[in-house]
């Protein structure tokens, strides 16, 4: 039995290159759609008679195709689609609702932060500030008084003028008086549009 040592097998005449499987993937592809053209057909037979690995895989495609196509087509059950937005709706709903629960959170933990920190102010100054606390409420109480008996006093001097005669005269001299003035002002601007205008006219 001879067997030679130290020598290669040999090899194929054509090697498939990566670029030419790719061609052959995408021939293959086309013809299954029934898209190949005369030139791309002959190149697809140049493939299948040349690279007996090739046909193999072009036979196990079309008996692929062939199951697809007579496997029945799948519908979705009734009511798909309206349950799927009907779930769509409740989860958009949840969210809202999450979000406004946080909102809501941080709204009642900013007053209630504020809330309780009046309340503490409050009850230090009644606690440890109550002599200025109560020397505040008296000077408040004494000015409003104050002020309150200013205004009442104002009041009755204004009215108590406005009751005299030479009260009611001067108002009256001064709102005739007023009125005159305003008429000779209309009527000034008024003749000076028109002076003003009448000299543009005669440029």
Do not use: K
């Not at 949840?94 to 959170?105: F, P, Y």
């Amino acid at each position: 039995m001879d067997v030679n040592y130290g020598l290669n097998p040999p090899e194929p005449e054509d090697v498939l290159t990566s670029a030419g499987h790719e061609e052959f993937s995408g021939l293959m592809s086309l013809s299954l759609d029934d898209l190949l053209d005369e030139e791309g057909q002959q190149q697809f037979q140049v493939y299948l008679e040349r690279y007996p690995v090739l046909a193999r895989q072009w036979r196990s495609w079309q008996l692929l195709d062939r199951h697809l196509a007579l496997a029945p087509a799948v519908e979705p059950p009734t009511g798909f689609v309206q349950r799927f937005e009907h779930r769509l709706d409740q989860q958009a709903r949840r969210t809202l609702w999450g979000r406004n629960l946080w909102i809501a959170s941080l709204i009642i933990v900013v007053w209630g932060g504020m809330l309780i920190g009046g309340a503490s102010l409050c009850a230090y100054v009644l606690l440890y500030q109550g002599n200025w606390l109560a020397g505040l409420v008296h000077h408040v109480a004494y000015y409003g008084a104050a002020v309150s008996q200013w205004l009442e006093l104002t009041w009755n001097t204004l009215n108590a003028w406005v009751a005299t005669p030479q009260a009611i005269a001067f108002g009256l001299v001064y709102m005739m008086t007023a009125g005159a003035l305003l008429t000779f002002w209309v009527r000034f601007l008024r003749h000076t549009t028109q002076a003003t205008e009448l000299a543009s006219s005669h440029m």
